[in-house]
């Protein structure tokens, strides 16, 4: 049963300082890993989806890496800024298998 | 483009009373997901719809909760009746094509609680 744990539960930073999310996963048998951001009362918004057969996809300051043999992904936040404060979930996909989702970081930059 | 709509945002109901919750996907996405979140737990699913038939329901609780997606539009999840541990947020989520590059696009959510 693949599981997905999240490390910090919560985060808080200085604006502009450089951070790194983690998760992992305890099947490797994926086919891709997905992070989501959370606003609250919001739904979920995709920020990077990761192929099983890609190790990192960038997006503007965002930088997601994947190492599926060691079950662990990243989330590279360059130069943080308040209006990054939110809930960052980490989710991986098998192969016709629904997501699994972490508990969540919730990351607060602070001006 | 709009986004995935649910109805309503918040409910709050006595333990015994059903509850229905109403999910609209984007426009042309044939995958409808259903997830709910319980307090201080992760993210959960519970089933997929592929246009009106159901993919996958092996995340849904029990025989209180039936989801229905008829015409292969919008999408309904009763809860009937209802229970205290039922309270949570369910979100529903759609998405056009499956397989590894899927993106989800999720719904703001329907905020449950069972008093």
């Known amino acids: 049963k693949q599981e997905v744990t999240q490390i910090p539960a919560a985060l808080s930073v200085p604006e502009g300082e450089n951070l790194v999310l983690n998760c992992s996963f305890t099947?490797?048998?994926?086919?891709?890993l997905q992070w989501f951001r959370q606003d609250p009362g919001k739904g979920l918004t995709s920020l990077l989806l990761?192929?099983?057969?890609?190790r990192e996809q960038t997006s503007g300051r965002l930088n997601a890496s994947l190492d599926k043999s060691s079950g662990r992904s990243t989330l590279y936040i360059a130069a943080s800024q308040p209006g990054d404060s939110a809930t960052y979930l980490c989710?991986?996909?098998?192969?016709?298998?629904?997501?699994?989702f972490g508990k969540g970081t919730r990351l607060s930059v602070i001006a | 483009e709009a986004g995935v709509t649910q109805f309503p945002s918040h409910s709050v109901i006595e333990k015994g009373q059903t509850v229905t919750l109403r999910c609209d996907p984007i426009?042309?996405?044939?995958?409808l997901y259903w997830y709910r979140r319980v307090m201080g737990k992760e993210i959960k699913f519970l089933l997929h719809?592929?246009?009106?038939?159901?993919?996958?329901e092996s995340g849904m609780p029990n025989n209180r909760f039936l989801a229905e997606r008829t015409g292969g539009t919008y999408s309904t999840l009763k809860v009937q009746p209802a229970e205290l541990e039922d309270s949570g947020v369910y979100f529903c989520?759609?998405?056009?094509?499956?397989?590894?590059?899927?993106?989800?696009?999720f719904g703001p959510g329907t905020r449950l609680l069972v008093l």
């Open positions: 989520a759609s998405s056009q094509v499956g397989g590894a590059q899927e993106t989800q696009y």
């Open positions: 099947d490797s048998a994926i086919y891709n």
């Open positions: 990761i192929q099983s057969s890609q």
């Open positions: 989710a991986v996909q098998g192969g016709n298998t629904p997501l699994v």
């Open positions: 426009s042309g996405h044939d995958n």
């Open positions: 719809f592929v246009k009106e038939s159901k993919q996958d």
